[in-house]
C-alpha cells in the first residue's frame, strides 16, 4: 500500500530560525515528490518537484532533498519567517499502469513565532 | 490570470440530503482533479478529467458520488444522499498537462462540507 509519512507532525520555532521536515515514503513504482505549502484556508501550493534522477532542488529559501534508495525526503527552511507559518505536506507520485495518483502526507504544521 | 476557484466555500447539510459542489479551473487547463479531505486525514484523490472524459476515477468511494464536466469547462461534484462521512473539504485541482509531465496542479481554497 502506497504511503507517506512526514514528521514531525507540529513544529514550533522563533522567527530566522532553520528548520527541517521530514518525508518518508513507500510509493512504488516512484514518478516524483512535491513539497506543497498550504496556508489556512487555500488550497496547497507547489515549492519544489524532484523526480528520480534529483537529489536537490532549492526555491528560494526552501531546499528540498531525496534519497530514492532509502526513499526519504527533506524540506529544509532557511531563516525562517513569519509567513512561513503554514501547513507543509509532500506528494508522491507514483506511474504505475500509466496512472499517476498522487499520494499525501498529513503535514507537518509549522508555527513561527516573533 | 485567475487560479482555480471553489464554489461554495462552506455548506452545511443534514445527512440524506444532496449538495454539489463547483470547481472552474483555470482557463486553458485541459486535465481536472477533484481531491477530498477527511478531518484528521490526508488528503486524497478523488478522480480526473481530461476535458470532459473521466480519465480516472478510481478514488471516488461509492455510487454516490458522480462527478461531470460538460463541455470541459468547469466541474460539479454532486453527493447524493450525504452521509455524515462524506464531511471534510474538498479540493479541486487543475494543469494544463497530465500529470506524467510533472506539470504543477494548481489548487483551489476548498470546499468546506459539514453533513449534520
Known amino acids: 500500500k502506497n504511503q507517506v509519512e512526514q514528521s514531525p507532525q507540529s513544529l514550533i520555532i522563533l522567527e530566522g530560525k532553520n528548520c527541517t521536515l521530514q518525508c518518508n515514503y513507500t510509493v512504488s513504482p516512484f514518478s516524483n515528490l512535491r513539497w506543497y505549502k498550504q496556508d489556512t484556508g487555500r488550497g496547497p501550493v507547489s515549492l519544489t518537484i524532484?523526480?528520480?534522477?534529483?537529489n536537490t532542488k532549492s526555491n528560494g529559501r526552501y531546499t528540498a532533498t531525496l534519497d530514492a534508495d532509502t526513499k526519504q525526503s527533506s524540506l529544509h527552511i532557511t531563516a525562517s519567517q513569519l509567513s512561513d507559518s503554514a501547513s507543509y505536506i509532500c506528494v508522491v507520485s507514483g506511474s504505475s499502469g500509466g496512472s499517476y495518483i498522487p499520494t499525501f502526507g498529513r503535514g507537518t504544521s509549522l508555527i513561527v513565532h516573533p | 490570470e485567475a487560479g482555480v476557484t471553489q464554489f461554495p466555500s462552506h455548506s452545511v447539510i443534514e445527512k440524506g440530503q444532496t449538495v454539489t459542489l463547483r470547481c472552474d479551473p483555470i482557463?486553458?487547463?485541459?486535465?481536472l482533479y477533484w481531491y477530498r479531505r477527511v478531518m484528521g486525514k490526508e488528503i486524497k484523490f478523488l478522480l480526473h478529467?481530461?476535458?470532459?472524459?473521466?480519465?480516472?476515477e478510481s478514488g471516488m468511494p461509492n455510487n454516490r458520488f458522480l462527478a461531470e464536466r460538460t463541455g470541459g469547462t468547469y466541474s460539479t461534484l454532486k453527493v447524493q444522499p450525504a452521509e455524515l462521512e462524506d464531511s471534510g473539504v474538498y479540493f479541486c485541482a487543475s494543469s494544463h498537462q497530465p500529470p506524467q509531465y510533472y506539470n504543477e496542479q494548481f489548487f483551489g481554497p476548498g470546499t468546506r462540507l459539514t453533513v449534520l
Open positions: 482557463s486553458g487547463h485541459d486535465n
Open positions: 478529467f481530461v476535458k470532459e472524459s473521466k480519465q480516472d
Open positions: 524532484m523526480t528520480f534522477s534529483e
